[in-house]
């Protein structure tokens, strides 16, 4: 299977456990791999078979700031959801990394889910 990456989507949302990460809007960076079948429109160099990134970007983005999230592994979950159940792509790999705590750069959480593999 061939992939599409999207690398550090970034996006601003409530995100966290606390009372002050409620309140405060801050940027989370999202990292997708996507299972896809880039031989037909290679072959055609159609883009109109190709996967839209553009919309998916979009879309993304938009489910990540329309909610709040108490955890990281919460709002990953809802981007696999949105990428294999409504764009219908067969595999993905989503990563949700934010600044975190004092003394390191960052904190991620990385789940793949597919069609077989999905949650409810």
């Given at each position: 299977m061939d992939k599409l990456t999207i690398h550090k989507l970034e996006a601003q949302c409530h995100l966290g456990v606390t009372e002050l990460e409620q309140r405060q809007v801050q940027a989370v960076w999202v990292d997708l791999e996507l299972a896809i079948d880039a031989a037909r429109p290679a072959h055609r160099d159609e883009v109109h078979e190709a996967l839209d990134y553009a919309a998916l970007v979009t879309q993304v983005?938009?489910?990540?700031?329309?909610?709040?999230?108490?955890?990281?592994?919460?709002?990953?979950?809802?981007?696999?959801?949105?990428?294999?159940h409504d764009l219908k792509i067969v595999e993905v790999l989503v990563r949700v990394t934010k600044r975190a705590l004092p003394g390191i750069e960052a904190a991620a959480v990385e789940i793949r889910r597919g069609t077989a593999s999905a949650a409810p």
């Open positions: 983005r938009e489910l990540v700031e329309s909610k709040s999230y108490r955890l990281m592994e919460t709002l990953a979950e809802d981007v696999a959801t949105l990428l294999v």
